[in-house]
DNA sequence: ATCAGCACTGCAACCGATTGCATGACCCGT
DNA sequence: ACGGGTCATGCAATCGGTTGCAGTGCTGAT
């Protein structure tokens, strides 16, 4: 009944038909006439056969295989995405395989052997696991298989992506930081990368937004450089009063610094994260974010690799799939509010010494 | 030069010698003469020929992938375990195919595909992910790959797996609470598994440790189940002064509830988490927990799978390998400290009333 | 009655590497 | 010089579905 070298054939010689018709049967079941089905189906319930999808993998030149690169697993933002995508390809006959590229560290190693279609299907990038020179370069390979973005890239998107508005949104976290009141704005920024570089652009934006950021820094993602970050801002002489962290990871870093000091937020500084990355909203304090709709980047992705590959070459598949672009939420939580009574004073460009 | 066509046929063709001296050439290369091999060697390059591995797998009837199952990503404790897996599978022929079960949820949906050989070569199963009998029951079906556990699970173990002691390391924890004096002591732990069954093993573990344990709680994994029992815990008469919680995780949900009720850790309450999950150490306060290599414990388990799949059906394979434990480290920092001085005249038995 | 058109099914080649078996060359001991 | 052994290599079947093409039978229109 159930014999783990059931082939197709077998099913076909106890239906009685061809292995073709049992294929068909399989995978085109309008193919067959309604007769013929169920005795094909009989005969599979019988036998116990159970598909081989490599086999079928193979015969069809495909993998199966959706290779999705982030630059590292350990950060929380990537865990939602990564369920997004499981979540897109869960009904498809996809399988998933997730690469940590070490923030592009390891990417020659890691990534490039997935830039062959007899390696993957598709892939999911995410900003920051390789470098766009490599990604370009690797695209046109030629034996490279289509490629869906995840994040901030090149403008024009050279490839069907899913973004959001990162220029905005940090326009967004500054807004919410003047609105309390705070004339002293610092940003802790992530290191050089189109994702920084269009938040840094969006904090810099407005003519009076300019005029209050008085602090930038960037560097590494990650905690430590949250926490060198506010060991820097609290060497500062006119200490920024609000301080927008590209990240809720280097936000939590720089709480967790400032509090180490004696410091309280957000009465003594504001801090504002991005990302609304689990866990944030049960510290104390809870964190104050603008959130990315993650989950539903990673499915939005997941889609459209199914609808590049369910597309048959007709047309150039990859840019009439253009850009997806999600929108934020800002999440107000209890890592921002009033700047301290001793800078409220402070109206537009800040004073050199503190009154 | 190089074309997307390039099969091992084409490279004989080139050298001027069969397919299955090239295919030597590539896989064994000590069974082909050294002349043969640069002669083969040279038309590699000169036709740029890449080898397709899903054929090689097909004919070997392998699939070349392991599925690493885990009960949620979003589980700050597993990015390392799985980062181990893909370290200790670098170098191997095989994929990674990482499986987020929900707890276990979505196992049968999720999970059970993989109990197929045409599916996977073997299966790395994290305690959580799976049930047990579900394990045991898929295990025996004959079709299954070998699989190989990561945590507490049955003993005697059914298969090769990497673990830590449990019931030791929660001792462990309990003891430093101990030292430092506290003498009413609490435990939040994980829902019911082999996992927390060892740890509240371990917790009570000791004559007076048990005396020692006042409040001991269970709940889901995650921060929230950590701030309702930082509740639970505010709503207690005799209030443990030292709190051991059996995940970093919880730990920070409760030190997180607590702090936001004006309460100072470890001023008021000493917390010890365990896991030593990234970040801990940049909270303020910064959490003093147990450790486990998680890292190493991912790695050792990728190896085990190596060894599994590179012995021939020669013995039992796996009761051979049996069970790799590691040792884990107490990480004293910050979130621990000597119990309030009001209850610092406590000795042994805790009292009913608080003095 | 005839035939185009359609629905269904079977035949057999095929995806690309692997490997058991056969073959031929050559070596060695007697 | 011959039988047995070793080494290197080639032949061809094989892994398990898939699919282009051809064949069969039936319907409906003329």
Partial sequence: MQDNSVRIKDVARVAGVSTS????????????SRHTRDIVQAAVQETGYRFNHAASNFRKQRTGTIAAFIPNIANPYYPDILSGLAAGFADTPYTLVTVDTAAGQEAERLARPYFDKRRADALVV????????????????GQAPPVVEIGEGPDPAQNPRVSIRNAEAAAQAVAHL????????????????????????????????????????????????????????????????????????????????VMRNGLRV?????????????????????????????FAMGQRAAQMVCELLDTPRQELGGQELGETVMAVTLVVRDSTGAPPASSQDDRGVPRARQG
């Fill in 21 to 32: 018709t049992v294929s068909r049967t399989l995978t085109r079941p309008d193919k067959v």
């Fill in 126 to 141: 995410t900003a920051g696991s390789l470098a766009p020179a490599l990604l370009t370069a690797w695209r046109a390979d």
């Fill in 266 to 294: 957000p009465q003594d500084v504001s801090v504002i994260g991005f990302d609304d990355v689990e866990g944030m909203a049960y510290l104390h304090p809870a964190l104050t974010t603008i959130r990315q709709p993650r």
């Fill in 178 to 257: 003047v609105a309390l009141g705070h004339r002293r704005i610092g940003f802790v920024n992530g290191p050089q990368s189109y994702t920084s570089a269009a938040r840094l652009a969006g904090v810099m934006g407005g003519e009076d937004a300019r005029a209050r950021v008085t602090w930038t820094t960037s560097g590494p993602l990650g905690f430590a450089f949250g926490q060198s970050a506010a060991r820097e801002w609290m060497g500062l002489r006119d200490r920024p009063t609000g301080v927008f962290c590209a990240t809720d990871v280097l936000a939590c870093g720089f709480i967790g610094e």
